[in-house]
């Protein structure tokens, strides 16, 4: 697998969290920045596509009016 080099200035906490991470996991430091990145772009490219999907149902007329939902809210049992 090819490979290149990111250089990132993180806060010290940080930094401290990935040296524990690394000790307890017994992983080296960059397969953690590299899973946590991958987990973080994943989420990312997940939350665009929903957005762009909501976008389109806009788009669509596919929408719920504000006092429709305000109803709702107020018919639900508040009372626990």
Do not use: C, F
């Not at 990111?6 to 996991?25: F, G, M, N, W």
């Not at 149902?57 to 809210?73: F, I, L």
């Amino acid at each position: 697998m090819n490979s290149r080099v990111v250089t990132a200035h993180i806060p010290v906490d940080l930094a401290e969290q990935v040296d524990l991470l690394s000790t307890r996991l017994d992983r080296p430091k960059g397969w953690i920045v590299r899973q946590a990145l991958t987990s973080w772009v994943a989420l990312e490219a997940k939350r665009h596509q929903l957005t762009l999907e909501g976008l389109a149902d806009v788009d669509a007329g596919r929408v719920v009016d504000h006092a429709s939902v305000a109803a709702w809210a107020e018919s639900l049992d508040h009372s626990g």
